[in-house]
């Protein structure tokens, strides 16, 4: 292990140029027009692979962009871990927010990141996490150091739901044969305080729609006498929370797991500080269900967002008008056991049923996604768990985490297979918001990790 330490230092500046130059091709899987660039990142990526040392590379086609595979086989006998990664990134916009341009990546020095982040987009969702596994692959190929057989499998369809993983696993069971998925597409507590995400929570997501008059209104002459749709929908969505701020779909909550006492008490020692939290946010307050924590409340509990809603005259100056439709866009994230199907069908009924006879409703369901647990009790925790105490000389402790990847659930039912999360972000990293970067320190700590997890690995495969 000593030599592929070394090797990755000597390495440092090359295996940063790489990711910048991964960086700067905008993998936008949301938006059509970027399609081609999807496609080169996933050529880029399929090249890194082999150049790594993957003795057998395919980019597969989908109905959607395409599935990068990737695979070293050392020896049949030896345990097989499947890396699952993301090379999509979500879309720059607002760019006008950003301080320096999405794809032309930056090094800046911040207050968390003393010694620097790279600011792009996709810098730490999940290009620079998923090629740290290709870089830490690629050290431990170099230095005949790799005990493990290893498979890759990067998507371009994360940040779209991952549409065509299902049926691509599905009809590839046996080349995804494998005894473990790792994942790093999550987050560390701090820098200080290593954390393995043990749950994740699930999606659903709906956009609606509410129809007043047939056509926009002269609002003096029929305002006050017609529904007005944006009137309508704001007091239905308010209506979607109680004063305690619990969601009053009916039968949301029936098949919430409950977290008991003692592990809630337990994860509420995590280190939190409260005041900089909301200083990071700049608010003046926190907001959230009644009874429980803020860390509980963006963990263990479902909720429910608009994500965005529009209708009307937006443009300059005031247009009176009575506008004829009104739409919002809104998620809910689920907790183990909720079924993202089921939420939404409950959804669909509740929000009808919350219509007056002014005005029709229409709701469309988008992607969902299930929530995930992974145990604590198995030889890939227990890797993680020792490969990152080795790296940070302290213990990583369990976490719950807020976001979602619906895959890990599809990894066990469809190929029977537990993933562990070992993500290296933080959550100030501004995923998916403007000015998004990733720490150099987390990025070399990763790469630094990822070998000893193989090598923790193999070892506790080989004892079982
Ligand atoms: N990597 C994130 C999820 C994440 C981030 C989990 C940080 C835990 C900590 C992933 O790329 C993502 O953005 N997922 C989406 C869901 C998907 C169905 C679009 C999400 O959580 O909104
Ligand atoms: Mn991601
Ligand atoms: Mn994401």
């Known amino acids: 292990m000593k030599e592929v330490q070394a090797y990755l230092k000597k390495n440092k500046k090359r295996h940063l140029d790489e990711l910048i130059d991964l960086l700067k091709v905008p993998s936008v899987s949301a938006d059509p027009a970027y399609k081609k660039d999807v496609a080169k990142t996933a050529k880029m990526i399929a090249d890194f692979l082999k150049k790594a040392g993957a003795k057998k590379v395919e980019v597969c086609k989908t109905k959607g962009h395409p599935i990068v595979y990737g695979e070293r086989i050392v020896d049949?006998?030896?345990?097989?871990?499947?890396?699952?990664?993301?090379?999509?990134?979500?879309?720059?916009?607002?760019?006008?927010?950003?301080?320096?341009?999405?794809?032309?990546?930056?090094?800046?020095?911040?207050?968390?990141?003393p010694q620097g982040a790279i600011f792009a987009r996709?810098?730490?969702?999940?290009?620079?996490?998923?090629?740290?596994?290709?870089?830490?692959?690629?050290?431990?190929?170099?230095?005949?150091?790799?005990?493990?057989?290893?498979?890759?499998?990067?998507?371009?369809?994360?940040?779209?739901?991952?549409?065509?993983?299902?049926?691509?696993?599905?009809?590839?069971?046996?080349?995804?044969?494998?005894?473990?998925?790792?994942?790093?597409?999550?987050?560390?507590?701090?820098?200080?305080?290593?954390?393995?995400?043990?749950?994740?929570?699930?999606?659903?997501?709906?956009?609606?729609e509410v129809t007043g008059p047939k056509k926009d209104l002269h609002s003096g002459l029929f305002g006050g006498a017609v529904a007005n749709p944006i009137n309508i929908l704001s007091k239905m969505i308010a209506s979607l929370q109680d004063k305690n701020n619990k969601i009053a779909i009916p039968g949301f909550y029936d098949d919430v797991l409950r977290v008991s006492k003692k592990d809630r008490t337990e994860m509420n020692k995590a280190p939190f500080s409260m005041a900089a939290y909301k200083r990071n946010l700049d608010v003046k307050d926190v907001h959230g269900e009644k009874g429980y924590t803020t860390l509980e409340r963006a963990s263990i509990r479902p909720t429910l967002d608009v994500n965005g809603i529009w209708g009307g005259y937006i443009g300059e100056g005031a247009k009176t008008v009575l506008p004829s439709k009104a739409y919002a866009k809104i998620s809910m994230r689920l907790v183990p056991n909720q079924d993202p199907d089921k939420i939404t069908k409950l959804f669909q009924k509740h929000f009808q049923s919350l219509a007056p006879k002014s005005v029709k409703v229409k709701v469309t369901p988008h992607h969902g996604g299930e929530p995930a647990l992974t145990p604590t009790d198995t030889p890939e925790y227990k890797a993680a768990f020792?490969?990152?105490?080795?790296?940070?000389?302290?213990?990583?402790?369990?976490?719950?985490?807020?976001?979602?990847?619906?895959?890990?659930?599809?990894?066990?039912?469809v190929l029977g297979i537990k993933t562990v999360l070992m993500g290296f972000g933080l959550d100030s990293d501004d995923i998916h918001s403007p000015n998004e970067h990733y720490g150099l320190f987390n990025y070399y700590r990763g790469i630094e990790t990822i070998p000893y997890f193989y090598e923790h690995y193999a070892a506790l495969k080989s004892k079982k």
Not at 91 to 112: G, H, N, R, Y
Not at 174 to 189: P, Q
Not at 393 to 413: A, D, M
Request: charged fraction near 25%; glycine fraction near 6%; hydrophobic fraction near 35%.
């Open 122 to 208: 996709g810098a730490c969702d999940d290009k620079g996490q998923m090629f740290m596994h290709i870089k830490a692959f690629e050290a431990m190929v170099a230095n005949d150091s790799l005990h493990c057989n290893v498979k890759f499998m990067i998507e371009g369809e994360e940040e779209v739901g991952s549409v065509n993983l299902n049926e691509f696993c599905k009809k590839n069971k046996k080349k995804l044969a494998c005894d473990v998925v790792l994942v790093s597409d999550t987050g560390v507590i701090s820098n200080k305080q290593p954390s393995i995400t043990i749950g994740l929570r699930g999606l659903s997501y709906v956009e609606v």
């Open 386 to 413: 020792l490969a990152m105490k080795q790296t940070y000389k302290k213990n990583p402790i369990p976490v719950r985490s807020g976001g979602s990847i619906p895959i890990v659930s599809l990894f066990e039912k």
């Open 76 to 113: 049949k006998k030896l345990p097989t871990v499947l890396v699952y990664g993301h090379y999509d990134v979500q879309p720059a916009d607002p760019v006008e927010l950003w301080d320096s341009p999405p794809f032309e990546p930056v090094i800046k020095k911040t207050k968390i990141h």
